[in-house]
């Protein structure tokens, strides 16, 4: 299990968006690299909440 992290910063100020850096080393494992398109899985149960983030295939 790896864990780093990340501080949120403002998106556009058009919108209410955030934005994050993804770290150097979770970008290298899951393969991805500037204008490549990520899926953010969500998950809430009673347990809590799990985000999982994924390269997308298209």
């Known amino acids: 299990m790896f864990k780093y992290k990340s501080k949120v910063g403002k998106g556009s100020s058009q919108f209410d968006s955030a ?32 985000v999982n983030v994924e390269k997308s295939e298209e």
């Open 19 to 50: 934005r994050i850096i993804i770290p150097k080393q979770v970008r290298e494992f899951i393969d991805v690299n500037p204008g490549d398109t990520i899926e953010w899985i969500v998950n809430v149960t009673e347990k809590g909440i799990k």
